[in-house]
């Protein structure tokens, strides 16, 4: 049998890409049943009785080129990249009892990192000891993931079962498997005691056993540790994986673009406190509204470089942004279409404008995070100071150049960010004095910097800050973003 070890922190998809030709959503709601029936019989019946058999493993050429079939007449077809140095790893494993997605997992070379659960490192483990005594060489670099086997599996079932379509790598439509194993859903449990830190509860997550999480843990525990609590080599399942969902989708559609706010009363996500909406609406949501209809996605995931306050505009060149679209059921529009949308979305509302806004890759989305923390951001904020000031009493400021600060986490966000002390530099700043209490000042900032913070001090949790720098105590009364400098997205001629 096909034997696919569950995980306890999640359900694993594995995904199939394929192009059908679908005339109408009744046509790929019979795909989607006819999948669901077809991928709950492999589950069931798919033999690997092949691998099984010491004789057959210990004869594998170095390019594998296996055609059996099982006992229930559907056909396999595996094309898998086994060198002669497999061989007595493949025996190894078989021998100790391991199933035939550990052979397929430790004998296949891939170039994509292994996501380990705690059974693979077992057979890690395992294998490392007892090929190193026949001077074998073996890296982690000759591991690949279950679900790129299950694939390489199930591609010829597919496309037989689908009328002879081919199979391909890279698609816009994508049909997800999801499966799971009760039998091993504690496996990762120990891991929660030998290594405590990495594995914290957070709010957004039902579960710690994420995939992050067992990753840190394994990497970080020691092959002696690890051995006091897992068997090495990992015990056989005695049970088989569970079909739980076929899904058929359009792979994510991903937009970008920049966008100014104009109100100070605006939160950049829908601000709830306790389950109780505080604001009727949000930066996202004016954005996301349109587009979502346009595109007929499903759902969507926002980011953008860095947020603003509620109470924070957003002018010049606006804040970069981009959206992941789910499901989408129209993925391809002109360039004088999405000017088109861009401009629905700016009548919508008068507190926000969007522009820039265009279809990026998935590999282009890094743009956008990378090297945040040395970019700069330009801010105007308006002052108030206790004490009443003179022009020149503030001219001292406009020669104050890369200011370092020590600013531990403010007390307005530390129920949802990390208590830290976090270096961020001031590069310049400029005044224009008001009247003997008020004066505008100007900041050219690194990434991240909390300018309120700056401004009044935090009860000294930012040193140094405008109240040393004055001599009295300040305040903000309104704080701007004029620029945020990112290069990304492209700009778009109007």
């Not at 000759?142 to 379509?165: N, R």
């Not at 990026?360 to 040395?374: F, L, Y």
Request: charged fraction near 25%; aromatic fraction near 8%; include cysteine.
């Amino acid at each position: 049998m096909l034997c696919v070890h569950g995980r306890s922190y999640g359900v694993h998809p594995a995904r199939l890409r394929t192009m059908p030709q679908m005339s109408s959503p009744g046509s790929l709601r019979t795909f989607q049943r006819k999948m669901r029936k077809m991928m709950q019989s492999v589950l069931l019946r798919l033999s690997f009785s092949h691998l099984t058999d010491p004789n057959v493993a210990g004869s594998l050429s170095p390019s594998w080129n296996v055609n059996s079939t099982t006992s229930t007449g559907l056909q396999t077809a595996v094309m898998l990249p086994l060198k002669e140095k497999d061989k007595p790893i493949i025996q190894k494993l078989l021998s100790a009892g391991c199933c035939a997605r550990c052979v397929l997992r430790f004998c296949c070379l891939s170039n994509q990192a292994a996501y380990r659960q705690p059974s693979q490192h077992s057979c890690w483990l395992h294998v490392k000891e007892e090929v190193s005594e026949k001077s074998l060489v073996i890296t982690r670099d000759d591991v690949i993931q279950v679900k790129e086997a299950f694939k390489w599996t199930l591609q010829g079932l597919v496309a037989k079962e689908i009328g002879g379509i081919a199979v391909v790598n890279k698609s816009s439509f994508e049909v997800g498997v999801e499966f799971t194993h009760p039998e091993t859903d504690s496996d990762c449990h120990f891991l929660a005691k030998s290594c405590p830190d990495c594995f914290k509860p957070t709010k957004n997550k039902q579960s710690v056993f994420t995939r992050m999480a067992v990753v840190k843990a394994l990497e970080k525990i020691s092959d002696a540790k690890f051995l006091e609590y897992y068997p090495c080599p990992p015990t056989p399942p005695s049970s088989n994986c569970i079909l739980q969902d076929v899904q058929c989708l359009h792979v994510s559609v991903f937009i970008a673009g920049r966008y100014n706010k104009f109100s100070r009363s605006l939160p950049q996500t829908p601000w709830l406190i306790d389950g109780e909406r505080r604001m009727e609406s949000s930066v996202e949501e004016l954005i996301a509204t349109p587009i979502l209809s346009t595109f007929r996605a499903d759902g969507f995931n926002f980011s953008s470089s860095g947020r603003e306050d509620v109470d924070v505009r957003t002018l010049g060149n606006g804040r970069p942004f981009a959206m992941e679209l789910l499901n989408p059921h129209r993925s391809r529009f002109s360039e004088v279409e999405m000017k088109q949308l861009q401009e629905t979305i700016n009548k919508s509302s008068d507190k926000i404008r969007v522009h820039d806004l265009q279809i990026v890759s998935r590999e282009a989305m890094s743009h956008m995070k990378d090297g945040e923390e040395v970019k700069t951001k330009s801010y105007t904020a308006l002052i108030w100071t206790q004490k009443p000031i003179q022009r020149e009493d503030i001219t001292f400021i406009d020669e104050i150049k890369d200011l370092t600060l020590d600013q531990k986490t403010p007390l307005r966000v530390l129920h949802r960010r990390a208590l830290a002390i976090r270096q961020r530099v001031i590069h310049s700043m400029n005044t224009r004095y008001v009247d003997c209490h008020h004066f505008y000042l100007g900041l050219k900032t690194q990434a991240g910097t909390y300018i309120k913070e700056f401004v009044h001090g935090d009860f000294g949790r930012t040193q140094p800050n405008l109240c040393q720098l004055l001599k009295t105590d300040t305040n903000i009364l309104e704080l701007d973003v004029e620029s945020v400098d990112v290069d990304w997205p492209p700009a778009i001629p109007e």
